[in-house]
């Protein structure tokens, strides 16, 4: 407008009409109008428990991805000429509008279909970047640092379904210690697996954690891993569209994941447990015709005890079978093909040097040759064995205890006097002494005390080291952290006490053959089927109460023989199996089957053996109980050798011209 002289007075109005208008309009919000509330929280103090969140300083958005932009650039529904002060609800801040791609494929996401954001955010962008100080992704104090991505998204992913950590698994795990300990800024995080922003259902065909999907996602980073499994059965039934077939996760777990070395589902321990959970589902077996046993006959194995106690030294699945490139036996490329058996099970860490013939030993089946199940023969042999010998150990002890019990403890041989026996050419290897004012019966010597001494260590030893790997796997993980340690402690403790065993028995050996006392004692040991037989018979007959006493008894009755001659047989039997197992790469496979089941069939029965037998029909008898006390110092008492042994004590009487009943105040 120009005002000329003569218009001066109209220009003055105008001018006038115009400041008064422009001082009419509402004020509008800009950045320091908005900070004049929001500076602190006592200006918001209308606001209640949210004012302290509302707190918007000038500092707010420096160094962050958005400082420069102002208030109305995101908060839209200030934009144009909005009242101050606002109203207290407003619409979440919006990203579209320099973020419309993003924005656009996070509502496809199932965290915008299904999931709310975390409480205090109307925003769901928010809820992952912050609100204010928003920091690129590089930025070290940035909520998706790979560094924090953990703590943002564990602020919703507390639980899953199972009842599972996700966010804390992951964190102690493989990826997780890399990207939160570790300088790798693009270390597997949250987001590399799960997309950052199409976050989809697991069902989703198009998530990359489908089934459909999830090999090709690891295989971005583990390519040559992706290669084997895909020349393996797995990934070629999961490339044909069998989506039941094991990928990365049925084997490594999903967030949990561990190298190898150090634990978690694919440690050497574990493997078995893992690899069972699809080879052991019968539905599945029997969906794919796949074996039904392979676990329960792999478990039952050595090597399956072993694992099943959590020692990691001894062959698991992985260990025959490989782990991403497992083939059928088959295929000429697979480590079980029969052809490749023995490189196999000759590896460094197994069976250096293992024969052709080691190597076709069974691991999930039984020896047969030539048409005969030698393991089933063998199995249903000991079982007669050892029943028959149990039910013949049971019933003779219990009808002796029973009649023991009914004597009320009388010695029955007093009414079994006669007359004794003439005086032997040679002295009787017992003898009476006086000991503490009574007299017993001295029938071992110092010598025969320390052999006893060393076969009661190293038998209870090898029964609790070796009947610990039959225990149920379950007992050690009731041991915590000593479990694994143990169970390798467990095999050399074996080995230590098998040698103390055959060093006492060769020194026995020697005994017997090249001291007097030795053969002696021998001669004395050796069965005599007439007279033992007898006694037999006449014990049961006193049994039964067909006699008032039973037979007196020589220096060994058959209870003696039978026990000793017993222990000789098990000795050589488990010594022969147990160096064929502990050099088992050096033997054919039928030959370390059945030696692996007759080492374990014959513990078992002298074990039984010693229980039934010795225990209770030296130890526990009454008139014996707590202790036959020969084991420690030599002696038994009078009553017990008289009961026990009668025609030795007459002789021992004849020889020395003591009667303990007669000369009991001379002692």
């Keep these: ?33 908005c900070a004049s509330c929001h500076a602190d929280a006592a200006s918001l103090s209308d606001a209640g428990e949210r004012a302290a969140k509302l707190v918007v300083v000038g500092d707010s958005l420096k160094g962050s991805a958005h400082e420069g932009l102002s208030c109305t650039d995101c908060h839209a529904d200030l934009a144009g000429d909005p009242p101050i002060p606002h109203p207290p609800e407003l619409a979440p ?5 320099c973020h419309g791609d993003i924005v656009e494929t996070v509502k496809s996401s199932i965290h915008t279909q299904k999931i709310k954001p975390g409480a205090g955010y109307k925003s769901g962008c928010a809820a992952c970047h912050g609100s204010h100080q928003i920091r690129p992704h590089g930025d070290a104090a940035s909520k998706t640092n790979s560094h924090n991505l953990g703590t943002t998204c564990g602020q919703c992913h507390q639980k899953d379904a199972y009842g599972r950590d996700p966010v804390a698994e992951w964190q102690t795990s493989v990826h997780g210690r890399a990207a939160v300990e570790g300088e790798e800024v693009e270390a597997p995080t949250c987001n590399v697996c799960h997309h950052p922003h199409a976050v989809r259902a697991l069902e989703d065909p198009a998530e990359p954690l489908n089934r459909r999907n999830q090999p090709n996602l690891c295989g971005r980073c583990h390519t040559s891993e992706l290669n ?23 084997c490594h777990g999903a967030h949990a994941i561990q190298r190898p070395q150090y634990g978690g589902s694919v440690f050497a321990a574990e493997v078995s447990e893992t690899c069972g959970r699809c080879h052991g589902d019968p539905d599945l077996t029997s969906r794919y015709d796949l074996r039904p046993d392979s676990v329960i006959t792999y478990d039952r194995s050595y090597h399956g005890r072993g694992t099943g106690w959590g020692a990691a030294n001894v062959a698991n699945c992985a260990s025959c079978h490989r782990f991403h490139d497992i083939r059928s036996q088959h295929d000429p490329a697979s480590s079980v093909n029969p052809q490749n058996l023995q490189r196999t099970c000759g590896q460094p860490n197994c069976h250096p040097g293992a024969t052709a013939g080691f190597s076709a030993t069974p691991v999930h089946a039984r020896a047969i ?18 029943s028959a010998t149990l039910v013949f150990m049971a019933v003779h002890q219990v009808l002796e205890q029973k009649t023991l019990l009914r004597s009320a403890h009388a010695h029955p041989h007093a009414a079994a006097t006669g007359a004794r026996p003439a005086r032997r050419k040679i002295e009787p290897l017992s003898r009476f002494e006086s000991r503490d004012g009574r007299w017993v019966a001295v029938r071992w010597d ?36 000593v479990g694994r340690p143990l169970f390798d402690l467990r095999g050399q403790v074996h080995r230590v006490a098998a040698l103390v065993m055959i060093g006492g028995s060769l020194y026995h050996m020697y005994w017997l053959a090249f001291t007097k006392r030795g053969r002696r004692e021998l001669v004395e040991l050796l069965p005599d089927l007439l007279h033992d037989g007898k006694d037999l018979v006449g014990n049961f007959a006193w049994f039964l109460g067909f006699r008032d006493a039973p037979p007196p008894g020589r220096r060994y009755t058959y209870r003696e023989k039978l026990e000793y001659w017993a222990l000789v047989w098990g000795t050589i039997v488990m010594v022969v199996s147990g160096v064929v197992l502990w050099t088992a790469s050096h033997w054919p496979a039928l030959v370390v089957e059945l030696s692996q089941l007759v080492h374990g069939y014959e513990a078992l029965l002298a074990f039984a053996a010693i229980l039934l037998w010795h225990m209770f029909g030296v130890h526990l008898k009454p008139g014996i109980f707590p202790m036959n006390r020969t084991w420690i110092d030599g002696g038994m008492p009078i009553h017990a050798m008289k009961e026990e042994h009668r025609d030795e004590y007459d002789e021992v009487i004849a020889w020395q011209g003591i009667d303990p009943e007669r000369d009991r105040e001379d002692a």
């Design 93 to 97: 801040a919006s990203c579209d509008t």
């Design 228 to 250: 084997a499994l895909l020349r393996g059965v797995h990934g070629r039934a999961w490339k044909a569209g069998n989506l039941a077939s094991a990928i990365c996760t049925d």
């Design 446 to 481: 110092r010598n025969q005390i320390m052999q006893h001494l060393f076969l009661v260590i190293s038998f209870s030893t090898l029964v609790i080291s070796g009947f610990a790997l039959y225990l149920p796997a379950a007992w050690a993980d009731r041991l915590g952290a």
């Design 369 to 386: 040759v030539k048409g005969i199940d030698w393991t089933r023969w063998t199995r249903w042999i000991y079982l007669a064995i050892i």
């Design 1 to 33: 407008m120009r005002c000329l002289p003569g218009r001066l007075l109209a220009c003055a109005a105008a001018v006038t009409i115009l400041l008064a208008g422009l001082l009419s309009l509402p004020a509008r919000a800009d950045d320091s109008i």
